[in-house]
T-cell receptor, first 114, second 116 residues
C-alpha cells in the first residue's frame, strides 16, 4: 500500500512553454501533498505544501505565479511550471501524506527546458 | 527550526558485513523521524519511522534504526549488507505533533556502497 504515481516521468520542452506534472495517490486519500525539487547530488528542497480544496502554501523564495499548484481532489495534485526556462530544469518529486504522519513519494519527474 | 545532519557523504561496506548510516537531528519537542532510500533517477522510498514507543524500529528490507533521545540520533542499521542496498539514504525529521501537513526536513543524504 501507499503508492504514489507521477506523470510524466520525464518531459522536454521549449523555453517559454508551460508544463503540467500530475501527482496521484493510488491507494489512499491524501489531504496534504508536498512538492519538492532536487538538484543533482543534493537533498530535497520543499517548494510548497498542497492542501485539498485550498490554496497551496509556498516556501520562501518559490514564485507562486511560476509554480502553480492545484489540489483538486484527495488523490490528485498538479504542479504547472509556467513559462519554463532552462534554470527550471530539475527533478521534481511529489509526496502524499498518509495517516497525518508519513509522506510517501512519487517516482519523480525529470524536466528539461531547452 | 528543525535540522538533520548526516555526517558521512558516503559509506562503503563489504557484502555480508553490518552497516550503519548515521543521523542526528534537532527539533523542538518530540521528534518524528524517518529514513528513506533513493535509487538513481527515482523518488524516495519509505524505509521506516519512529513516532513513539520502542526505541528500536524495524523497517523494510531488514533495516532497523535506533532512536536515542539523549544523543538526538537515529542511526540506520542492517546486520548483513547486500549489494542491492547500494543507494542514497536520507534521514528526515518533523515535529512530533498530531495532525498532518507538517514539513519534513531532510539531511543531505548518505551514499551507501556495498561491494562484493
Amino acid at each position: 500500500g501507499a503508492v504514489v504515481s507521477q506523470h510524466p516521468s520525464w518531459v522536454i520542452c521549449k523555453s517559454g512553454t508551460s508544463v503540467k506534472i500530475e501527482c496521484r495517490s493510488l491507494d489512499f486519500q491524501a489531504t496534504t501533498m508536498f512538492w519538492y525539487r532536487q538538484f543533482p547530488k543534493q537533498s530535497l528542497m520543499l517548494m510548497a505544501t498542497s492542501n485539498e480544496g485550498s490554496k497551496a502554501t509556498y516556501e520562501q523564495g518559490v514564485e507562486k505565479d511560476k509554480f502553480l499548484i492545484n489540489h483538486a481532489s484527495l488523490t490528485l495534485s498538479t504542479l504547472t511550471v509556467t513559462s519554463a526556462h532552462p534554470e527550471d530544469s530539475s527533478f521534481y518529486i511529489c509526496s502524499a501524506e498518509r495517516g497525518s504522519d508519513t509522506q510517501y513519494f512519487g517516482p519523480g519527474t525529470r524536466l528539461t527546458v531547452l | 527550526a528543525q535540522s538533520v545532519a548526516q555526517p558521512e557523504d558516503q559509506v562503503n561496506v563489504a557484502e555480508g558485513n553490518p552497516l550503519t548510516v548515521k543521523c542526528t537531528y534537532s527539533v523542538s519537542g518530540n521528534p518524528y523521524l524517518f529514513w528513506y532510500v533513493q535509487y538513481p533517477n527515482r523518488g524516495l522510498q519509505f524505509l521506516l519511522k519512529y513516532i513513539t514507543g520502542d526505541n528500536l524500529v524495524k523497517g523494510s528490507y531488514g533495516f532497523e534504526a535506533e532512536f536515542n533521545k539523549s544523543q538526538t540520533s537515529f542511526h540506520l542499521k542492517k546486520p548483513s549488507a547486500l549489494v542491492s542496498d547500494s543507494a542514497l539514504y536520507f534521514c528526515a525529521v518533523r515535529r512530533g505533533v498530531t495532525g498532518g501537513g507538517n514539513k519534513l526536513t531532510f539531511g543531505t543524504g548518505t551514499q551507501l556502497k556495498v561491494e562484493l
